[in-house]
C-alpha cells in the first residue's frame, strides 16, 4: 500500500477546495440570474415593465386588433398602452372598451377604460393609454370587453 506524503496531501485538499469554490461560485451565479419567471423588468430608474406574456400579447376581439400592448409602472402609476386596430371593413363608433386587469390567479385587479371617443374608420389605428394608482406589477393578464 503505498503511503501519500503531506505534499500530495495538500495538494489534493487545495484540489477539493478549488473545486468547491468553483461549485458554489457557479450555483449562486445560477441562482441569481435564473428563476425570473414573469419576464418582469426594472430599469435602473426604477421604472417597471411587465412583459408577462398574456399582458403583451395581441389579441382581436369583436373586429378590432388590439396590439403593441406596454404595461409600464412608473412614480406610482401604471400606464398601459395598446393599438386598436378596425379590421371590420367598417366605420365604428366606438365610445369606450374596458381592460380588464387580471393576476396570475385569474382574478380581476382592476378594470381600466380604454377610452376611444369617437368613430375608428374602417383599417385605422389609435393609440390608446390608459393609467391607474394600482401596482399592476402582478399582472398576469389582459382581456378587453367592447362597449358600443
Known amino acids: 500500500m503505498k503511503k501519500i506524503t503531506e505534499e500530495k496531501k495538500k495538494r489534493l485538499i487545495v484540489v477539493l477546495c478549488g473545486i468547491l469554490l468553483f461549485a458554489l461560485v457557479f450555483f449562486l451565479a445560477f441562482g441569481l440570474f435564473s428563476g425570473n419567471d414573469s419576464?418582469?423588468?426594472?430599469?435602473?430608474?426604477?421604472?417597471?415593465?411587465?412583459?408577462?406574456?398574456?399582458?403583451?400579447?395581441?389579441?382581436?376581439?369583436?373586429?378590432?386588433?388590439?396590439?403593441?400592448?406596454?404595461?409600464?409602472?412608473?412614480?406610482?402609476?401604471?400606464?398601459?398602452?395598446?393599438?386598436?386596430?378596425?379590421?371590420?371593413?367598417?366605420?365604428?363608433?366606438?365610445?369606450?372598451?374596458?381592460?380588464?386587469?387580471k393576476d396570475k390567479d385569474g382574478k380581476e385587479m382592476v378594470t381600466l377604460l380604454g377610452y376611444v371617443g369617437e368613430v375608428i374608420k374602417a383599417d385605422e389605428t389609435r393609440i390608446i393609454t390608459s393609467e391607474t394608482d394600482v401596482d399592476l406589477t402582478k399582472a398576469a393578464a389582459i382581456e378587453y370587453v367592447i362597449k358600443y
Open 39 to 101: 419576464k418582469d423588468k426594472t430599469t435602473e430608474n426604477g421604472t417597471y415593465a411587465n412583459t408577462s406574456e398574456d399582458v403583451i400579447k395581441d389579441q382581436e376581439v369583436e373586429g378590432l386588433r388590439f396590439s403593441n400592448t406596454s404595461l409600464i409602472m412608473e412614480n406610482g402609476r401604471s400606464k398601459l398602452t395598446t393599438e386598436v386596430k378596425n379590421l371590420t371593413g367598417e366605420d365604428i363608433d366606438l365610445q369606450s372598451f374596458d381592460i380588464l386587469v
